[in-house]
């Protein structure tokens, strides 16, 4: 497998003074799907502006072969997506057609190539029949399926996905997952900042583990990373488990698809 | 889900753009003294109106929700105009006086108005409103205009919410006392508000440049002139043509003319 992204010494700071990202250096394979975790408020999303080029970090990235720089980032971004964690920033068009469309109409495909393209990341997040809706109008689930449609519409080799699960039901988390095992099997890259520890059971291959220190602090195998429980509990991934049986209330360790007995 | 499109939403939106705004144009720079043409305008309006899905009924609501505005603002032109005096009122030491040129400048507010809405409600109500930002951009319209339409359509529904949870989340915790504080807290709501806007606009355009936006709106939707486009603005023209020129009258005159003629034989 070829190494697709490579960061290495990235730094970036806020214009307000804020550190957003220190000294972060990783790397990820073609094809392979990267979770990447941390507490709020550790860098994250701040990451994937840095990646796609929107903010301009002190160090070095590589996507692709080509080092990001102001001359190569138009090529990087045709193919990179990123959804954003607001569906609301990522559907500005009037409808959802212009909003799925925006991207292959700028990459140079003609009328009918972007309507194809545009059909096709309909059918994949299941939104047929929506084209001519208001962004607005839809709900919270359907705002984010479509957020995720206006990139796939460009057919990108690495998708970033900024908490995609954040404010769905269970039913249409699934649904997503599903989504995620389609593109898996199409050989897409896929980074995806999630908190969601029973999302990254599901999908991960590897695990990135962002701390405090807006750095990664652990990098490896899912299996590995999850079943490391004191480093997901220094981070704040997961929590004491308190719950109730009737009268008695009882603290134990957090483990997820696991129901234990009591 | 309406199973037919009326005519009028299968049209072009540039033809519905040119024509109504060519008729409007000719309404407002029609004296008001010609009645007979209002009349006459208003004869074309229904006709249009013929041709779209909507009932009398839905037109006449939205019409009776926008006209009270104009009224409101019209109300006051017949008092404070100058001008030969055809009324005036006198309680006390206040003198109202309505002149001749009031009631006409009156008149002439509410007859163009109204029809113009009438026109307008017809218009939104057959055209969506990306459809008619498609139609003035095709029309050469400064695309930073119709970009900012564009976003405002989108967004302002999204910033109002916003200030409403600001309002509700401040209400929640407002107990009616110290009213000056609460200045300060709606001055602190708009900075607020303010912040998050312009924020979401850096957002939404980091979304545009990483979608490849390079300054151009490029759209899907190629709209065509049809056979019933040329046909609709050949008859708004011909339409006005007649009664700009006052050939309806002069047809009417010819007839009454004839009539004469006829009797005199
Ligand atoms: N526009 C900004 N100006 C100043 N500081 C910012 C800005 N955006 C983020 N930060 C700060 O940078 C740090 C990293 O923020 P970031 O949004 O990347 O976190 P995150 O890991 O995505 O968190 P979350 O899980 O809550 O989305 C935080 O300390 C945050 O306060
Ligand atoms: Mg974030």
Redesign the interface.
Known sequence: MARIIKVSNLNYRYPDGTTGLNDVSFEVEEGETMVILGANGTGKSTLFMNLTGILDGDGHIEVMGLLLNKINLKNIRRGMGMVFQNPDDQLFCPTVMDDVSFGPLNLGLDANQVTEASQKALALVDLQGYESRTSYHLSFGEKKRAAIATVLSMNPRILLLDEPTSGLDPRSISKFINILYTLKSQGKTLLIVTHDLFLTQEIADRVLVFSEEKRPVAIGNYKEILNNYDLLLKNNLVHQHRHRHDAVVHEHEHQHGYIHKH | MKLTNSLLEKLDPRTKIISFLAIMLCMILTPITRMRDFGLYFLLILAIGFFSNITPRQILKKVCILIPFVLFIAMFVPFVKEGNVCWSLEITHWKLDITYEGVWTFLNIIVKSSLSIFLLVIANATT???DF?KGLDMLRVPRLLVMLM??M???I??LIDEARKLMRARSLRYFGSRYKEQFRAMGYMIGVLFIRTFE?AE??Y?????????GEI???K?FRFSTMDILFMVGIIVSLVCIVSGLVNKIEHMRVSGAHLWQGL
Do not use: D, P
């Open positions: 969506t409103f990306s930002l564009s976003f359509y989108r967004y529904f999204v979401r957002r939404i980091s979304a545009m440049i990483i979608r490849g936006f390079s490029l759209s899907v190629r």
